[in-house]
Nanobody
Framework: VQLQASGGGWVQAGDSLSISCTASARTFSSYTVGWFRQAPGKEREFVAASAIQNNRVYHDDSVKGRFTISRDKAKNTVNLRMNSLKPEDTARYYC??????????????????WGQGTQVTVSS
């Protein structure tokens, strides 16, 4: 399973940006896909996930209301739309695929496959 993240870049605080995770149709029809991020010197943290078992989406409280995860089945992508970006959103964003139970959907160790990540930098 190969995941390809794209769409990162440099933006100013308050701007919007969308990043995408692309994989095979089989991957997206079989796995929960999550977005995680990691800033220098910090642990990898959960951002959002699209669950395959109930077709629901989950967002961390830190991004709720600003970020939206969505699954585009026609394009085999999972997108993360990020609005009202803040400097503290600066990180490398990774997409991951796995079959976590819902209670573990925010746990990075519950995901089997990881993309290479895409950098998002938000300046103040």
């Amino acid at each position: 399973v190969q995941l390809q993240a794209s769409g990162g870049g440099w933006v100013q605080a308050g701007d919007s940006l969308s990043i995408s995770c692309t994989a095979s149709a089989r991957t997206f029809s079989s796995y929960t896909v999550g977005w995680f991020r990691q800033a220098p010197g910090k642990e990898r943290e959960f951002v959002a996930a699209s669950a395959i078992q109930n077709n629901r989406v989950y967002h961390d409280d830190s991004v709720k209301g600003r970020f939206t995860i969505s699954r585009d089945k026609a394009k085999n992508t999972v997108n993360l739309r990020m609005n009202s970006l803040k400097p503290e959103d600066t990180a490398r964003y990774y997409c991951a695929a796995g079959r976590p139970i819902i209670s573990a959907i925010s746990n990075p160790t519950a995901y089997y496959y990881w993309g290479q990540g895409t950098q998002v930098t938000v300046s103040s």
